[in-house]
């Protein structure tokens, strides 16, 4: 079969295999090109299933691009908690502003356009102008990825910059002249749901006659992987200060990890340091107060993407000073009813959560049982 009868099975059988098989998503009923941008920068790192509730809360809350742009930060950040990978909704609120400034608050179609807003990298930028405007605009994403290296058998690591220029230009060739949101979408959907990464459900994939993968016996082989060294563990101490029945909290400085979400004060523990000479040092050297630490409230082990932590939370109390944002953003005193008012990163959550309890006045953390 030549390339170009090839290409045309291709997009016939993914639009068919597409319209019988599409899992109903809010985001596809959307016809909004704001709520597919929101969507699409929700699911560049989490779950379709774990996005959905967030979604749907996050544009319940904010339903247009004019409400995201006037909202503050920190109260775009509250409604983001515990989706992970802050910068996402940082980008999101400020890509809001650029296009109430820029684009008369319209979302800019063409992918040149899209590609100067914040967050929005060229796989988003593909998304929304295919799926959203319509546009003959390619996308790889992994699921993408995984589906051509196995349909066309290419041997190369997607990670190195040639076999990705091979892949996006694959991913142009084969577009339809119409209905190309479609297309990108059933190649998305074929990636996740029948061509996974482990055990791919080759009787049941509609390109199965036409995988060079499958006809060969790779497709567990493909693509290419790269070998991951384990990420990095830190051990980090931070303490829950209490003064007059209120707790400190400081926020961190906008850009970076976590920029702009509050958490309690603390940080890594060195090498050779215990636990509570770590906490001392990083209070004074962050808020420049005294302290004394407390009975250990929890011992929290969180993953993100790139290193693990194990935190170590004490409860403890303030003693001297007049606590001053050295290394962070801002500060406050709050009650611990008011923890939930702000944006926390979910390993403080953890936390919170276990000093819950004490916040709905009942016993304070130390009478209560964790772990
Ligand atoms: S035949 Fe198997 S390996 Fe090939 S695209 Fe389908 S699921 Fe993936």
Redesign the pocket.
Known sequence: MNRQMRRVQIQQVLRDWFAENARDLPWRRARDSYAIWVSEIMLQQTRVPTTIPYYERFLRRFPTVQHLARARLDTVLKWWEGLGYYSRARNLHRAAQEIVLRFNGQIPETKDDLLTLPGIGRYTAGAIASIAFGRREPLVDGNVE??LC??FRIQGNPKDASTRKKLWAIAEELLPRSHVGQFNQALME?GSE??MPRN???EE????QL?E??RHGE?DRLPTRTVRKPPPSHVVVVGVIYRNGRILIDKRKPKGLLGGLWEFPGGKVRPGESLEAALHREVREELDIAIEVGREISVVDHSYAHFRVRIHAFECKHLSGEPRCIACADLKWVRPGELGRHAFPAANKKIIDILRPCCRGRPRPKDTKHE
Do not use: E, G, M
């Open positions: 995984r589906v196995r349909v074929l029948v061509c791919p459900r080759c994939c509609p390109l199965k995988c993968a499958k497709q």
